[in-house]
């Protein structure tokens, strides 16, 4: 409505998006500022799981290649003492740990050593299972932030382009002149808020799906290296 009421008042026409929003109406300036906020906070997401991410891929190619070439459980113990704790080395201590309090219920024979029975594995795969998704939880955090964020900011834009609207409008009414050029100033405040909203829903979106399938693959590599650790235990006739 200020745009509308500045162009009938004799005042030059806005002709940037900057001018727009600062000859705008406070209602567009509330939504423009409450975007400007959800912008920055996704952004501060994004970089710090990017970080996240960078930093624990490393740490979990490290020691998936110690791990790899460890031929018993005593290399990978060796080999995950001299590392900084990751989701991989949690997951490894969560198993120690489980070994370490639980008596073989299979006693041993001359030919081999006491042995884990059917449930006692099968309580061991849901531990790490639920150890996995710990570390997936906590991987992710405020990765849901960016969803939230993607799905909001559109509809918040659209209330700022209705308001707009309306107060273009409004103004149109009061001043008693409907031409074209009365009216567009005002279109073009509202539509500034959409675009806004656009700016600000379109990376927070692109930053989910990117962080989402890469938790998704993180996943699957912790349960996949929870099979290899039983794996690795039949091998020694733990299991």
Not at 37 to 64: H, N, Q, T, V, Y
Not at 98 to 106: I, N
Not at 146 to 164: C, E, K, M, W, Y
Not at 167 to 178: D, E, L, N, P, W
Request: charged share 20%; no cysteine.
């Amino acid at each position: 409505m200020s745009a509308v009421l500045a162009l009938q008042g004799g005042a030059a026409i806005p002709s940037t998006a900057l001018e727009l929003i600062l000859a705008g109406s406070l209602e567009t300036k509330v939504v423009l500022g409450v975007l400007v906020i959800l912008s920055l906070l996704s952004w501060a997401i994004m970089l710090a799981k990017w970080r996240e991410f960078s930093r624990m891929r490393k740490a979990s190619d490290e020691f998936l290649r110690k791990f790899e070439r460890a031929h018993n459980l005593d290399e990978v113990i060796a080999a995950t003492a001299r590392m900084r704790p990751n989701a991989f080395t949690r997951v490894f201590d969560r198993a120690q740990v489980f070994l370490s309090d639980t008596k073989p219920a299979l006693g041993a024979t001359p030919d081999r050593q006491a042995r884990l029975s059917g449930s006692q594995v099968e309580a061991l795969r849901l531990l790490l299972d639920a150890q996995t998704t710990s570390e997936r939880d906590a991987l992710g955090k405020y990765v849901p932030w960016l969803a939230s964020i993607g799905s909001v900011s559109p509809l918040i834009g659209l209330l700022g382009t209705v308001l707009g609207v309306i107060s273009a409008f409004i103004g149109v009414a009061t001043q008693g002149s409907g031409n074209l050029g009365a009216v567009a100033p005002g279109v073009a405040e509202a539509l500034v808020a959409r675009a806004a909203a656009l700016a600000v829903a379109i990376p927070a979106v692109f930053g989910y799906n990117f962080f989402a399938n890469r938790l998704n693959r993180f996943d699957g590599e912790l349960e996949g290296f929870g099979s290899e650790l039983i794996a690795l235990m039949v091998r020694e006739g733990r299991i």
